[in-house]
């Protein structure tokens, strides 16, 4: 299976700022996923990101509040922009491993407190 | 109501138990059933993978998936104080599709 690493693992934040999450895949693969987890919930699916196309967000999630990169097949960011303290999550990006086998696997993920 | 329903527990279970985890969905499209682990403080893990309906086994691990009833399970056989975790159904129609979370269980196993 796929492993991926996130950048940075952590991180605090004042209110108003931008914070930019990496994630890099050990090979490469066609379709990242970026997904959020507040503080003692499940997981909400923010976007997919396709190399090489726009990202798609699901509903109540917009490219300006997180906008999406995905410059190659084994690489993407996430920033959350003009945080919030309600953006205080933990972040997570997967890929499907194999492609269209509907498994996927995650990162560690990124821990974000807003202040 | 949710696609997917799953007990947030907590469940709290003594060492050598077995555990049963459930969750119910209501989209009959979905044909990948996944359970993850998850730790605290770390990303998920997957644990166990059916395509559509039946039965799978890995050493403790057996999964379940009820296509009629709409309703998958995981049991923990000989349950260990190293699987006291959230674990967490997930779904989906395969092929790209996003996948569906449940609410994920936390499990406590005591010694």
């Known amino acids: 299976s796929a492993v991926i690493s996130q950048k940075p693992s952590r991180d605090i934040c004042q209110r108003g700022t931008s914070l930019t999450i990496q994630c890099q895949v050990d090979?490469?693969?066609?379709?990242m996923f970026w997904y959020r987890q507040q503080p003692g919930q499940s997981l909400t699916l923010i976007a997919t990101?396709?190399?090489?196309?726009?990202?798609?967000?699901e509903s109540g999630f917009v490219i300006d509040k997180f906008p999406i990169s995905r410059p190659n097949l084994t690489f993407s960011t996430l920033t959350v922009s003009n945080m919030s303290p309600e953006d205080s999550s933990i972040y997570l990006c997967?890929?499907?491993?194999?492609?269209?086998?509907?498994?996927?696997?995650f990162g560690p993920g990124t821990r974000l407190l807003v202040l | 109501q949710k696609e997917v329903e799953q007990d947030p527990g907590p469940l709290s279970v003594p060492e050598g138990a077995i555990v049963s985890l459930n969750c119910t969905y209501s989209?009959?499209?979905?044909?990948?059933f996944m359970w993850y682990r998850q730790y605290s403080r770390k990303g998920p893990e997957l644990l166990m993978y059916?395509?559509?309906?039946g039965n799978k086994e890995d050493g403790r691990f057996t999964a379940q998936v009820d296509k009629s009833s709409k309703y998958i399970s995981l049991f923990i056989r000989d349950s260990q104080p190293s699987d006291s975790a959230t674990y967490l159904c997930?779904?989906?129609?395969?092929?790209?599709?996003?996948?569906?979370f449940g609410a994920g269980t936390r499990l406590a196993v005591h010694p």
């Open positions: 090979s490469q693969v066609t379709m």
């Open positions: 059916t395509y559509s309906s």
């Open positions: 997967s890929v499907e491993d194999p492609p269209g086998a509907g498994t996927q696997y």
């Open positions: 990101a396709n190399q090489g196309s726009e990202a798609t967000y």
């Open positions: 997930a779904m989906s129609r395969g092929g790209y599709n996003k996948l569906i």
């Open positions: 989209n009959s499209a979905f044909q990948y």
